[in-house]
């Protein structure tokens, strides 16, 4: 059986760290962001974690 391709649209997405944590981008900062306060907005530009079950999907489509 051929080996399994990596995903490229999801390697583009996500960030893997040393201990397979996998990081996302946080949503929603495109526009309409003048309205919110700033807490919301500085909450938007750290990156967040993906959850467990998702984080478990994704590491066996990058095969790591």
């Given at each position: 059986?051929?080996?399994?391709?990596?995903?490229?649209?999801?390697v583009?997405?996500?960030?893997?760290?040393?201990?397979?944590?996998?990081?996302?981008?946080?949503?929603?900062?495109?526009?309409?962001?003048?309205?919110?306060?700033?807490?919301?907005?500085?909450?938007?530009?750290?990156?967040?974690?993906?959850?467990k079950?998702?984080?478990?999907?994704?590491?066996?489509?990058?095969?790591?």
């Amino acid at each position: 059986m051929p080996k399994l391709k990596t995903k490229k649209a999801l390697v583009k997405k996500i960030k893997i760290t040393k201990n397979k944590k996998v990081i996302r981008r946080s949503t929603g900062q495109n526009h309409y962001n003048s309205k919110e306060n700033g807490k919301a907005g500085r909450d938007k530009r750290g990156d967040k974690r993906l959850f467990k079950a998702d984080e478990k999907n994704v590491l066996k489509r990058m095969q790591v």
